[in-house]
């Protein structure tokens, strides 16, 4: 009888032990696992993560979204506005086990025509006392072949598995899967042919399509970002996108360095070319005279997380006011917290991304997030949409 006891005890506490580290918000990813894994470095630790995520040893948000965080965008349905960045599966390796943390969008990519390596390693930084990162990784690929067969092996087993046609490409209600497409570098400088070939590849398998000029770490790339070269590229990608009946939304994603010329012109081709959106920003070259990391903050690379969210909160409210709100904007750069969502939602931000801070929060963050938004949007009264862009109306 002891023993039935002591088995019985030892069950329930195994099952109590595997609830409780099933659940993205214990603690124990944050103040346990976190830390082990920054012992090694920085890239080591990126994919032993998503390996992790691949093969479903990562925990999960179980509750579901409350209403005051459900959203819209070009004409589709989110239950949540936070959203997990490119960079972190960059071969769309890990998109359910990324989706169950609770994320509204997941987007993969960086996905370049053929496989590249990237630049030589080292080639990511942690700057732990900005919980910051500086990276130089250089668009490194699987390439088209690769994603698209991982991508598309995992809509046929969904497929085979229900008579029901998902209404989603993250095969799951109300949740987005988007693709970001590059360049390679040995491409030439004026050639669009890669983001075509890419949206011709990418677009029956994606929600939607994020065309890429804003990498600091491919030389030349954001000089796409200039008028001219913009509207021509916009144009051709727009052109290649329309040969689909789903026509999946075609976003621009641009650096947070652009000056307001730029951003002006940016605009300018953005509602005159008719894309669907953008996302302000990718990382910054500029460094901060805040930086407190000591020699690391010399390094070459793109700079992320807190030190880039002024600059992508500037650039948001000026985008927002030279488009009228008309253009829906996905905002990235430094949100670590449910404040910081909400400083880009009331900025104009529609849908906001994170993914430095998930590399220092781990698993929990999506969830912390949400929980926040939800205790700060029910003492106000109101939604996450009714938030967006509220800082342009107060000064109207």
Not at 33 to 46: G, Q, T, V
Not at 266 to 288: L, Q, Y
């Amino acid at each position: 009888q002891r023993l039935a006891v002591a088995g019985a005890s030892a069950l329930a506490g195994a099952m109590a032990a595997s609830a409780y580290l099933s659940d993205s918000r214990a603690r124990v990813h944050r103040h346990v696992l976190m830390p082990l894994l920054r012992m090694l470095d920085a890239e080591r630790s990126h994919v032993l993560s998503i390996q992790a995520a691949r093969v479903g040893l990562v925990p999960s948000d179980r509750r579901p979204d409350p209403e005051c965080l459900r959203t819209a965008v070009w004409g589709k349905s989110l239950s949540n506005p936070v959203g997990l960045a490119a960079g972190c599966d960059k071969h769309g390796e890990a998109v359910d086990g990324l989706l169950g943390l609770g994320f509204g969008l997941v987007e993969v990519g960086t996905v370049t025509p053929q496989p590249q390596e990237g630049n030589p390693r080292p080639r990511m930084f942690r700057l732990v006392a900005d919980r910051a990162v500086i990276n130089r990784y250089g668009f490194n690929s699987h390439g088209h072949d690769a994603v698209h067969s991982s991508l598309s092996d995992r809509l046929a087993q969904a497929t085979s598995a229900s008579p029901v046609a998902p209404s989603t490409m993250s095969l799951r209600p109300d949740r987005l899967l988007g693709i970001n497409l590059g360049k390679n570098k040995t491409s030439p400088a004026d050639s669009n042919k890669d983001y075509i070939d890419g949206v011709l590849r990418f677009a029956p398998l994606a929600d939607y399509l994020v065309i890429n000029i804003s990498s600091p770490n491919t030389p030349g790339l954001r000089s796409l970002q200039r008028r001219e070269p913009l509207e021509r590229l916009l144009r051709d990608v727009k052109d290649a996108r329309d040969q689909f009946a789903t026509r999946p939304p075609l976003l621009v994603k641009i650096a947070p360095d652009v000056s307001d010329e730029e951003l002006q012109d940016i605009a300018a081709v953005v509602k005159s070319t008719g894309i669907d959106g953008i996302i302000i920003s990718n990382t910054t070259i500029s460094r901060p005279a805040t930086l407190k990391s000591g020699t690391v903050t010399a390094e070459i690379g793109g700079l992320s997380g807190p030190p880039v969210k002024p600059l992508a909160l500037a650039a948001i409210a000026k985008f927002y006011r030279l488009t009228n709100g008309t253009v829906p904007i996905i905002g990235c750069g430094g949100i670590a917290s449910s404040t910081d969502a909400l400083a880009f939602a009331r900025a104009g931000a529609s849908l906001v991304q994170v993914y430095t801070a998930f590399a220092y929060e781990g698993p929990s963050l999506p969830a912390d997030i949400k929980d926040g938004l939800v205790a700060e949007l029910t003492r106000l009264g109101t939604t996450w949409g009714a938030l967006v862009g509220s800082d342009h109306r107060t000064a109207a």
